[in-house]
C-alpha cells in the first residue's frame, strides 16, 4: 500500500495563531492534497502541545484551569483552520492533534517505557535519574546554556533569555534524563548516509555540526511540585514528563502508537515514517533530540526533517508587534481569498529560505498573476468558446483540405508542438512539486499561461472568426487553449483548489480536479462537443489603492514608496477640477536630461541612484523609484525629462536633486519614463 504521512508542528497552545503556523498548514495541506491526487493514501497532522509551565501560568492568569486554557487557544486555531480552508471538513488535515487527548498519554507512556528500558549504543542506561541545575527560561521551556542567554548587567542579576528577553529562572531539582550524549556518532551517521533526512542542506550542516560540537544529556521529566500539567512519568508519578519528550511522541501516538484504538483507527504501521515540516527556529529539536529518541525505542526514524524559512516584513525586517509590520490573519481572511493567499505564500517564499510578507505584494500577485494571468486566460478562452463555437468545445483537429488554409494564417498545424510543451512543463512541475520547489513549479505553470496567451495573441481568434473558411483553424487555437486550461486546473489543483475546481467546472467537466493524477493527464482527452458551463471570473481584480487604504488607515510605512517620480495617475487624468494659470506651470522647470549612468541600491529595492545630465557643469543625482521595473542598465543614454527645480531632498540618506518624469498606470502604479522620439540637446526646456 502506497501511503504517505506529512505533519505539521503541534503549536504551543501559549498563544494565538498567527502567519507563521498559517504557512506550515498551507505548505503541508499543498502537499498533503498533491499526494491524494496522485493516488496515494495520506495522513495530514497538525495541532496544539498544550503542557507545561506556560500553560499552567497562563491558565492561573485567566483563571481558567490548564485545560479551559488549552481549549481556549485551541479555538482560535480551529477557527483558523476552518476560515483558510484547512480543516478536514475542507480537504485539509486528518488530525487536529491534542496532547491532551488520554490515547496521547498511553502512547507516551509506552515510549518512555520503551526507553527505560533501552541502552544507548555505548552501552548505557538511555534514561537515567540525576539531578539538573541549570537557567531556566519558561516561555521557552528549556534551559539556558551560556551563548544562549544575555548576561546581566549588574552582577548577581539572572542573566536574560535571548529570545524573550526575561530574566532566567535557577533551577536546581531531581531530574530524569535522556543520554542524548550518546547519540552524536548515530545521529552523524544517519545524518551523512541519508542525505536527504534534514533539508535544506545547509541546515543539515548546522545540525550536524551542532552534533559534533558534542550533545548534552536531556532533562526529561521535571518534579511533579514544579510542573503538575503534563503526562506523568510511569512508575514515578511524582515527576512529570518534561516538554520536548511529550511535544514530539505525538506525532507516533496520534497514528496509534501505544493505543489500540487509534492503531485500529488509523494505523502505525500503515502510515509511519512521516515527512516532518518545522520552522527553521524548531529544527534541532526535530532533528536532534526526535531521532535520538526513536532510535533508542527501536522505532524507524522519520522520512525526512525540512526546515523552511520565515516571513519578514516587505523591507526584509523581522515582523513583531511592536515594528508594527505583521500581517494579521483577520485582515488576510476579510480581503483575500484563500488561493490567492495559498499562492503567494508558496510563489513568494523559495522554501528554505526567509520570504517577504506584505498586503501590497500580495495584491500585486493577485492581480497579476491570478486576474491577469492564469484567470484572465481561462475567462478570455471560455468568452471566446461560449462566443464562436455555441458554449460547446471545438474540434482540436483541422481537416486535410483546410490545412494549407490555416497554415497560412500562422498557426501550427502540427497539435504535437504545444502538446510537447505542456507536457514537458508537467514533468518539470511534479518534480518540482516533490522537491518541495513550490515556487519553481509555479514559475513553470506560469511559463504554460505565457505560451498560451502568446498563442492566441499571435492567432488573433477574433480575425479568424470573421473568415466561415477559417472556421476550423479558430476552433482549434480555442481547444488547445481550453485543454491547457484542463492541465493547469489538475496541476494547480492542490496548490489553488478552489479556483481549480472552478475552471473545471467553468470547461464543462465532471467530477473534480482533485480525483485526476497530473502525471496521467493525456492531451486530446478533452472531449469535442461538450458544452462548456457559464463563464465566470474566478480571480476578481482587487483594487489596490482601495483596499490598501482600508486596511492602512495611517500612512505607509515604507519610505520607499515616497520616492520622487511624478505620478500623473489616471484618477488624476480624469478627475481634474481645478485648473492652474500659464504662470503656475511656468514655476515647474522641466529639462531634457540623459541618464549617464543608473544603479540599484542596496536593500532599497524600488529605488535607482542615477546620475542625469541636464546640460549643467555637473550631472545631477537623482533617485527614482522605478528599480522593479527598469533595469538600470537599459536606462542609460536615455533621454528623460527632469523636474530641474524640485527643492533637493534625501531618500535613504541619498539626495535626490530632481525627479524623474513618469506616467503611472494600472492598480500597480507601474511607471513609465517619459521620453522623445526626436533628437533633443540636454537641458533643452520643457514648455
Ligand atoms: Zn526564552
Redesign the pocket.
Known amino acids: 500500500m502506497n501511503t504517505f504521512y506529512v505533519t505539521t508542528p503541534i503549536y504551543y497552545a501559549n498563544s494565538l495563531p498567527h502567519l507563521g503556523h498559517l504557512y506550515t498548514m498551507i505548505v503541508a495541506d499543498t502537499v498533503a492534497r498533491a499526494k491524494r491526487q496522485r493516488g496515494i493514501e495520506t495522513y495530514f497532522l497538525t495541532g496544539t502541545d498544550e503542557h507545561g509551565i506556560n500553560i499552567e501560568r497562563a491558565a492561573q492568569k485567566a483563571g481558567r484551569t490548564p485545560q479551559e486554557q488549552a481549549d481556549y487557544v485551541v479555538s482560535y486555531f480551529t477557527k483558523m483552520t476552518s476560515e483558510f480552508g484547512l480543516d478536514t471538513a475542507h480537504g485539509g488535515y486528518d488530525i487536529f492533534m491534542r496532547t491532551t487527548k488520554p490515547f496521547h498519554y498511553e502512547g507516551v507512556s509506552e515510549l518512555w517505557r520503551r526507553i527505560s528500558k533501552a541502552k544507548t549504543p555505548k552501552g548505557n542506561n538511555a534514561i537515567y535519574k540525576g539531578h539538573y541545575e541549570g537557567w531556566f ?1 519558561a ?2 521551556a528549556e534551559y ?1 546554556t551560556e551563548d544562549e542567554y544575555q548576561k546581566p548587567k549588574n552582577e548577581g542579576d539572572p542573566p536574560t ?4 528577553d ?1 530574566p532566567l529562572d535557577r533551577v536546581s531539582e531531581e531530574s530524569y534524563f535522556f543520554r542524548l550524549s550518546d547519540y552524536d556518532e548515530a545521529l552523524l551517521s544517519v545524518m551523512e548516509t541519508r542525505p536527504d533526512f534534514v533539508r535544506p542542506d545547509y541546515r543539515r550542516n548546522e545540525v550536524m555540526s551542532f552534533v559534533r560540537g558534542g550533545l548534552q544529556d536531556l532533562s526529561v521529566s521535571r518534579l511533579k511540585t514544579s510542573v503538575s500539567w503534563g503526562v506523568p512519568v510511569p512508575g514515578d508519578p511524582a515527576h512529570t514528563m518534561y516538554v520536548w519528550f511529550d511535544a514530539l511522541t505525538n506525532y507516533i501516538t496520534a497514528i496509534g502508537f501505544g493505543n489500540e484504538e487509534r492503531q485500529k483507527a488509523v494505523g502505525f504501521e500503515k502510515f509511519w515514517p512521516a515527512l516532518h515540516l518545522v520552522g527553521k527556529d524548531i529544527l534541532r529539536f526535530h532533528a536532534v533530540y526526535w531521532p535520538a529518541f526513536l532510535l533508542a525505542a527501536g522505532i524507524e526514524l522519520p522520512r525526512a526533517i525540512v526546515a523552511h524559512g520565515m516571513w519578514l516584513d516587505p523591507n526584509g525586517r523581522k515582523m513583531s508587534k511592536t515594528l508594527g509590520n505583521t500581517i494579521e490573519l483577520d485582515v488576510l481572511n476579510k480581503y483575500f481569498s484563500n488561493d490567492a493567499i495559498r499562492y503567494f505564500c508558496l510563489r513568494e517564499m523559495v522554501f528554505g529560505q526567509d520570504g517577504r510578507f506584505g498586503y501590497e505584494a500580495l495584491i500585486d500577485r493577485a492581480n497579476s498573476d491570478l486576474a491577469s494571468g492564469w484567470g484572465n486566460l481561462s475567462s478570455r478562452t471560455l468568452t471566446m468558446i461560449a462566443r464562436y463555437c455555441d458554449s460547446r468545445i471545438p474540434s482540436g483537429l483541422i481537416p486535410e483540405d483546410k490545412l494549407l488554409l490555416a497554415k497560412r494564417t500562422g498557426v501550427d498545424t502540427d497539435e504535437t508542438t504545444v502538446a510537447g510543451f505542456i507536457e514537458h512543463a508537467r514533468d518539470q512541475f511534479v518534480q518540482q512539486f516533490d522537491n518541495l520547489a513550490f515556487s519553481k513549479a509555479l514559475e513553470t505553470a506560469w511559463s504554460v499561461v505565457a505560451r498560451i496567451d502568446k498563442m492566441i495573441t499571435d492567432a488573433k481568434p477574433w480575425d479568424l472568426a470573421k473568415d466561415e473558411n477559417q472556421k476550423q483553424t479558430l476552433g482549434v487555437v480555442l481547444y488547445r487553449a481550453a485543454e491547457s486550461l484542463r492541465w493547469l486546473s489538475v496541476m494547480l489543483y492542490p496548490v489553488m483548489p478552489e479556483a481549480s475546481q472552478a475552471i473545471w467546472k467553468q470547461l464543462g467537466l465532471d467530477g473534480s480536479p482533485a480525483q485526476v493524477d497530473p502525471t496521467q493527464l493525456k492531451w486530446g482527452e478533452l472531449k469535442e462537443g461538450a458544452a462548456i458551463a457559464e463563464v465566470q471570473p474566478v480571480f476578481p481584480r482587487m483594487d489596490k489603492a482601495k483596499i490598501m487604504s482600508e486596511i492602512t488607515s495611517g500612512p505607509e510605512i515604507s519610505t520607499e514608496s515616497s520616492a520622487p517620480a511624478v505620478h500623473a495617475t489616471q484618477a488624476d487624468a480624469v478627475g481634474i477640477t481645478s485648473f492652474i494659470e500659464i504662470d503656475d506651470f511656468a514655476k515647474v522647470d522641466l529639462r531634457v536630461g540623459q541618464v549617464l549612468s543608473a544603479e540599484r541600491i542596496p536593500k532599497a529595492d524600488k529605488l535607482l541612484l542615477m546620475k542625469v545630465d541636464i546640460g549643467e557643469e555637473q550631472p545631477r543625482q537623482i533617485l527614482a523609484g522605478i528599480a522593479q521595473y527598469y533595469e538600470p542598465e537599459k536606462l542609460i543614454g536615455r533621454k528623460v525629462v527632469i523636474v530641474a527645480n524640485l527643492k533637493p531632498r534625501k531618500l535613504r540618506g541619498l539626495e535626490s536633486q530632481g525627479m524623474v518624469v513618469a506616467a503611472s498606470y494600472g492598480e500597480e502604479g507601474r511607471p513609465v519614463i517619459a521620453t522623445f522620439t526626436e533628437d533633443v540637446p540636454n537641458g533643452a526646456r520643457l514648455k
Open positions: 527560561c516561555p521557552c539556558k533569555c535571548l529570545i524573550h526575561t
